[in-house]
């Protein structure tokens, strides 16, 4: 998969924000791209609860777009995280 090859490499800052303070991963949750929100979780930077400039954390997005499968990911994230 090219995300994998992507986001694999050493030099990609997968976590970075842009001008809205959205990051990679709150995007593919928000699109319902399951396979890149395990590929990005599966980053050590990668933070699951980054908010962005509105406050909307990556789990937030998924759950008004009914993304069942982005949404039990971030899910699981945070019930290790608290753990």
Same mark, same amino acid.
Request: glycine share 10%; with cysteine; net charge negative.
């Given at each position: 998969?090219?995300?994998?090859?992507?986001? +694999?490499?050493?030099?990609?800052? $997968?976590?970075? $924000?842009? =001008?809205?303070g959205r990051t990679p991963l709150s995007y593919a949750a928000e &699109? +319902?791209?399951?396979? @890149?929100?395990?590929? &990005?979780?599966?980053?050590?930077?990668? =933070?699951?609860?980054?908010?962005? =400039?509105?406050?909307? %954390? $990556?789990?937030?997005? $998924?759950?008004?777009? @009914?993304?069942? @499968?982005?949404? %039990? &990911?971030?899910?699981?994230?945070?019930?290790?995280?608290? +753990?």
């Open positions: 998969m090219v995300m994998e090859m992507l986001f +694999g490499r050493e030099e990609v800052t $997968p976590d970075k $924000p842009d =001008n809205d &699109l +319902g791209f399951e396979g @890149a929100v395990g590929v &990005l979780l599966g980053r050590e930077e990668v =933070n699951y609860d980054t908010p962005d =400039n509105l406050g909307r %954390t $990556p789990l937030m997005l $998924p759950s008004s777009g @009914a993304h069942e @499968a982005e949404v %039990t &990911l971030l899910q699981s994230c945070k019930t290790v995280a608290l +753990g």
